[in-house]
């Protein structure tokens, strides 16, 4: 560090007295963003609210009635539908094959009021399904036990093919907890936990143990440990789901080949943590204000061969960190106004970062390193905001290089208290030698090919629009 922080100062001097009226005439590439993003949320219901039925359960199975879903199920083969009106309190075991479980009046219902509630009274699994092929449709289930290690569960699935539809689950240790079954579906359901429950003792709202090929869709959870786990779990497909107020918003670990697309996660610790996993496709996720004490819009750790493709990063403590991954692909994300915008660590190598655009971020990029590296071998590189491009041939790439983490990056992640000099002449003048001097050769990474402009065109609606 010695021999970086010599350089620094030595450099300065020398590129000031080459380059002082060049830093001072410069333009500023980020000179356009003047906002923070701030209270940014999207548009979702808290499945907390809502009014309980107040009347006494009643099963309808044939026209036949019963005073307990458990009597009806037992009653009912193959094929039938039960249909459940009232608020019930019992936990009930599913073992009919093809079995369908309906609240009344589930097509005219608004998500705020209910047809029909199963209410565990704080024991146990409230619902388990044991069967395949079974549907729960429009049921809102509520007060599991509280043992984690239990698995107690709103709705516990250990049967292949089976179908849960805007089913509501409140007041649960884990929402819904899939095991060794295949080709679940999770739709349209909200879940919450218990707020008066600490984030460790919480389980998590959708967990995936061994649920190979499960679709999960336009599912909305908060106040649980994490929005989704993947435990062994591959082929998964996770698409518009909304997490918020978690530790991590989705959780792989020991998860291959599964596909995560156009989720928003905001306001947890870590939006989406990608662990010990291979070839994933996350595109199109929105993860946002994720700055708790790890704070991470997008973590990838010890994962290897996974496409991380036009996503939206914004505003968390980091954008991206990467930590022991390889071979992977993080191309046209946008990566915009996080402390830091991407970190690599821990011998992260063979990673293609191009086409993204990276804008209004404290610090744009750090990789601790004693070399100089290049994350791309393309033609065309990252947008940065606070790059100085040159493109004398208009093609839209600049014609001098870009050093997003060099030596002053380096001495003010080593030592914070330099980042009130981070915008002196002095710095920008060292910024501009190692971009426009390929002789000066200091540690960091090197963009050789900056874009001019960011291949993310709708970075603005994050100031404009606070409340989406």
Same mark, same amino acid.
């Given at each position: 560090?010695?021999?970086?922080?010599?350089?620094?100062?030595?450099?300065?001097?020398?590129?000031?007295?080459?380059?002082?009226?060049?830093?001072?005439?410069?333009?500023?590439?980020?000179?356009?963003?003047?906002?923070?993003?701030?209270?940014? $949320?999207?548009?979702?219901?808290?499945?907390?609210?809502?009014?309980?039925?107040?009347?006494?359960?009643?099963?309808?199975?044939?026209?036949?009635?019963?005073?307990?879903?458990?009597?009806?199920?037992?009653?009912?083969?193959?094929?039938?539908?039960?249909?459940?009106?009232?608020?019930?309190?019992?936990?009930?075991?599913?073992?009919?094959?093809?079995?369908?479980?309906?609240?009344?009046?589930?097509?005219?219902?608004?998500?705020?009021?209910?047809?029909?509630?199963?209410?565990?009274?704080?024991?146990? $699994?409230?619902?388990?399904?044991?069967?395949?092929?079974?549907?729960?449709?429009?049921?809102?289930?509520?007060?599991?036990?509280?043992?984690?290690?239990?698995?107690?569960?709103?709705?516990?699935?250990?049967?292949?093919?089976?179908?849960?539809?805007?089913?509501?689950?409140?007041?649960?240790?884990? %929402?819904?907890?899939?095991?060794?079954?295949?080709?679940?579906?999770?739709?349209?359901?909200?879940?919450?936990?218990?707020?008066?429950?600490?984030?460790?003792?919480?389980?998590?709202?959708?967990?995936?143990?061994?649920?190979?090929?499960?679709?999960?869709?336009?599912?909305?959870?908060?106040?649980?440990?994490?929005?989704?786990?993947?435990?062994?779990?591959?082929?998964?497909?996770?698409?518009?789901?909304?997490?918020?107020?978690?530790?991590?918003?989705?959780?792989?670990?020991?998860?291959?080949?599964?596909?995560?697309?156009?989720?928003?996660?905001?306001?947890?610790?870590?939006?989406?943590?990608?662990?010990?996993?291979?070839?994933?496709?996350?595109?199109?996720?929105?993860?946002?204000?994720?700055?708790?004490?790890?704070?991470?819009?997008?973590?990838?750790?010890?994962?290897?061969?996974?496409?991380?493709?036009?996503?939206?990063?914004?505003?968390?403590?980091? %954008?991206?960190?990467?930590?022991?991954?390889?071979?992977?692909?993080? $191309?046209?994300?946008?990566?915009?106004?996080?402390?830091?915008?991407?970190?690599?660590?821990?011998?992260?190598?063979?990673?293609?970062?191009?086409?993204?655009?990276?804008?209004?971020?404290?610090?744009?990029?750090?990789?601790?390193?004693?070399?100089?590296?290049?994350?791309?071998?393309?033609?065309?590189?990252?947008?940065?905001?606070?790059?100085?491009?040159?493109?004398?041939?208009?093609?839209?790439?600049?014609?001098?290089?870009?050093?997003?983490?060099?030596?002053?990056?380096?001495?003010?992640?080593?030592?914070?208290?330099?980042?009130?000099?981070?915008?002196?002449?002095?710095?920008?003048?060292?910024?501009?030698?190692?971009?426009?001097?390929?002789?000066?050769?200091?540690?960091?990474?090197?963009?050789?090919?900056?874009? $001019?402009?960011?291949?993310?065109?709708?970075?603005?609606?994050?100031?404009?629009?606070?409340?989406?």
């Amino acid at each position: 560090m010695a021999d970086r922080e010599a350089w620094l100062l030595v450099g300065a001097v020398v590129v000031l007295v080459g380059l002082g009226a060049a830093v001072v005439a410069a333009d500023d590439a980020g000179s356009d963003i003047d906002a923070t993003i701030e209270g940014w $949320t999207p548009d979702v219901d808290d499945p907390r609210e809502g009014d309980a039925p107040e009347e006494p359960g009643i099963a309808t199975l044939d026209q036949q009635e019963y005073g307990s879903v458990q009597e009806a199920v037992d009653s009912a083969e193959a094929g039938d539908t039960v249909v459940l009106e009232g608020q019930f309190e019992e936990q009930i075991t599913v073992e009919t094959s093809d079995l369908t479980l309906e609240a009344a009046d589930t097509a005219d219902s608004e998500r705020d009021t209910a047809g029909a509630l199963i209410d565990g009274g704080g024991e146990g $699994t409230v619902l388990e399904v044991t069967a395949a092929n079974v549907t729960v449709d429009g049921v809102w289930i509520r007060e599991t036990g509280p043992d984690r290690s239990a698995e107690d569960a709103g709705i516990y699935v250990n049967g292949s093919g089976v179908t849960l539809s805007d089913v509501r689950i409140t007041k649960a240790t884990f %929402g819904v907890w899939i095991s060794e079954a295949t080709d679940v579906t999770v739709e349209n359901a909200t879940i919450a936990g218990r707020e008066a429950v600490g984030e460790s003792q919480r389980g998590n709202g959708i967990h995936l143990d061994r649920a190979n090929g499960a679709q999960l869709q336009d599912n909305e959870i908060t106040v649980v440990r994490d929005g989704i786990y993947f435990s062994w779990s591959e082929g998964v497909t996770a698409t518009g789901n909304t997490m918020w107020d978690l530790r991590y918003g989705v959780h792989y670990m020991y998860s291959n080949d599964n596909h995560l697309e156009g989720n928003v996660a905001f306001d947890n610790d870590v939006g989406f943590a990608l662990m010990v996993s291979e070839n994933l496709t996350i595109t199109n996720n929105v993860a946002v204000n994720n700055d708790g004490p790890s704070g991470q819009g997008i973590l990838v750790k010890d994962v290897d061969d996974t496409t991380i493709r036009d996503n939206a990063v914004v505003a968390n403590r980091n %954008g991206l960190y990467v930590y022991n991954a390889h071979g992977n692909n993080l $191309t046209g994300n946008l990566i915009l106004e996080n402390e830091i915008g991407v970190q690599f660590t821990a011998g992260s190598s063979d990673e293609l970062v191009v086409e993204n655009s990276f804008i209004g971020n404290d610090q744009p990029a750090h990789a601790p390193t004693t070399a100089q590296i290049a994350w791309n071998d393309t033609e065309r590189g990252n947008y940065w905001s606070d790059a100085r491009p040159v493109d004398l041939d208009n093609d839209g790439t600049s014609d001098t290089r870009y050093q997003p983490a060099g030596a002053v990056e380096a001495v003010i992640y080593d030592h914070p208290q330099a980042a009130i000099f981070a915008e002196s002449p002095a710095f920008d003048a060292v910024r501009m030698a190692e971009s426009s001097f390929p002789v000066i050769e200091s540690p960091g990474v090197v963009d050789h090919r900056p874009l $001019t402009e960011p291949p993310a065109d709708d970075w603005r609606q994050y100031y404009e629009n606070h409340n989406n």
